[in-house]
């Protein structure tokens, strides 16, 4: 086949790995109106030097108001890898401006560093939110996302709490230092952070109730449809909530290439690429990890 | 009659001139279950020592966590004058902590100080978000509570604009510096800051979407029942909610002292504190503003 062409600036990069994560089963569902080939999560291959690379997901335009202050990720022209009118991952090639590429040290293997994207946006937690080494934080859910948010707080040196419901999961997150708790009744008022992974709007509310007067709740996943949310708490309490996406990739790659984070436990299985549908269907069974898709 | 007696370490008060505010409306429509005197905003006179006095509403504990870190309007043991277990101020007296009295200045009248408890709850937006001078803020709403929020922001060197539906009342913010704007279409992700002051479901939902990314919405009022919310877009362009409550006194007695606030536009009437019926019902009145209640 012939390789894709890439504009001036933009790198062709051969994928090697790349992961599926909660927002591509999202997009196949129709969410966001995402035509055209999904993927965001990924190490590759710069064609052109041999270069291992991940790459940061948000195309931005370089002028806008954002752009100007450094954060590209919320460009208001942005296009994003696999989610808004980029082509994404799960695909032999993909193109991303040379700007926008990490190398990849040589601690982190192909399939670590699929989780720098992932790991990054648990890392913008630390980005938003000071959080001293020590607070005590409420992490509620034990999906993919919750896990890597207890592990990078830990790292931090957080007196994490892990609520969930499953042993295995939550498993992972007791290896890096966290208290674990399967409960339908969790503590209320007692964290002065929460943060939200469970993507549900019980969840939410579940974190409200969490939260002490003067905390924080950390929106980490995406809830989908409205939620019903009681605000006399939130202003009684003078309870912040803080919606937290994308993050930088440096912090990530750092935590990884200090092999502080345990993601290798996180991979629930491997498909070659030409199986993307039957990976797919593995990555929406309930309790499955990260799926890892295989390109040659 | 005999006056009321006050426990050691309480100051028996003379009340002078009380304000009726939408949360002693609400006390009144059954909600919290509070039973007994409201009323929390007052001018009065100790009766031991003349002093012309406002007091603090939140009688803390002083032994909690959030007293020891000198937030006693989070003591976990509170009780609250006019709304939890405290008689309020719609009464001849009442009592207080000698701790939570501050001493009028003589610049500022009887009625005028009637204004400095909600003041400091405007005054607390700026103690809870870092809102630089010069920086763009939306106040959404045109009651009382919005036209403090947006008068102490524009003393704070804020550029303001007010959304609300009244002339007479936008006056007021226009008076103090503010822009002024009644649109039933405002700018969408156009503003870093934009408090809530419509206590509405929908007055949210507008001041999510007028936010700019990254930026805060403070949420000043009450809105009661759940509020359904989209997420999304808190998550994607992570917006930080921000419930806010009491303020401090001292910033709101210095601005009124100063004569940096115009609260004497916003009072709408006077009634006789025997006439507290009839100045219930002017209050809920809708477009109207501050109702007093005078005693002697």
Redesign the interface.
Known sequence: MSLPASAPGFALIRVLRAGICNTDLELQRGYYGFRGVPGHEFSGLVVASDQRVVGEINLSCGHCE?CAIG?GR?CLNRSVLGIVKHPGAFAEYLTLPESNLHPIPEEISDEEAVFVEPLAAACEVLD?VPIASGAEVAVLGDGKLGLLVAQTLCAHGANVTVFGHHEGKLEIARRAGARICITDNPPAAKYPFVVEATGSAAG?RQAVRMTR??GTVI???????????????????????????CGRFAPAIELLRQRKIDVNAMISRRFPLSEAPAAFAEAARPGVLKIILTNG
């Not at 929106?219 to 309490?237: C, F, M, Q, R, Y």
């Open positions: 954002f954060l919320h938003q939410l007067a003067r929106l980490k996943s995406t809830i989908h449809g409205e939620v019903s949310l009681d605000t006399a708490p939130v202003i009684v309490n003078e309870i912040s909530l803080v919606g937290s996406r």
